[in-house]
């Protein structure tokens, strides 16, 4: 089965930015949506950002204009570019891909990397 394995989380101070990285062990079908979540403690887990298959992303109103998705089909491969980090976006975070092009559920995950902003 196909593995994820996400990279690129670390400690950063506010207003920085990190360039988390997701890495598929196989083929990811370039037609399918993928994301990023993410969940802090005490917190659900939430959807931060989606990156629909044949292109288009979505992003939750509160990392817009900040948070960039991108995807690398040939490398089989999800990023996610975070700009002006605030100390409220530390959270794990973790990659998805989607059972099909709308991100309407998610049959793989990876293990998560860690981000921690600070004031």
């Known amino acids: 089965q196909v593995q994820l394995v996400e990279a690129g989380g670390g400690s950063v101070q506010a207003g920085g930015s990190l360039r988390l990285s997701c890495a598929a062990s196989?083929?990811?079908?370039?037609?399918?949506?993928m994301s990023w979540f993410r969940q802090a403690p005490g917190n659900e887990r939430e959807g931060v950002a989606f990156?629909?298959?044949?292109?288009?992303?979505l992003y939750v109103d509160s990392v817009k204009g900040r948070f960039t998705i991108s995807r690398d089909n040939v490398k089989n491969s999800l990023y996610l570019q975070m700009n002006s980090l605030k100390p409220e976006d530390t959270a794990m975070y973790y990659c998805?891909?989607?059972?099909?092009?709308?991100?309407?559920?998610?049959?793989?995950w990876g293990q998560g990397t860690q981000v921690t902003v600070s004031s």
């Open positions: 990156a629909y298959g044949g292109g288009g992303a």
């Open positions: 196989g083929a990811i079908d370039s037609s399918y949506c």
């Open positions: 998805a891909a989607s059972v099909d092009r709308w991100c309407d559920g998610y049959h793989l």
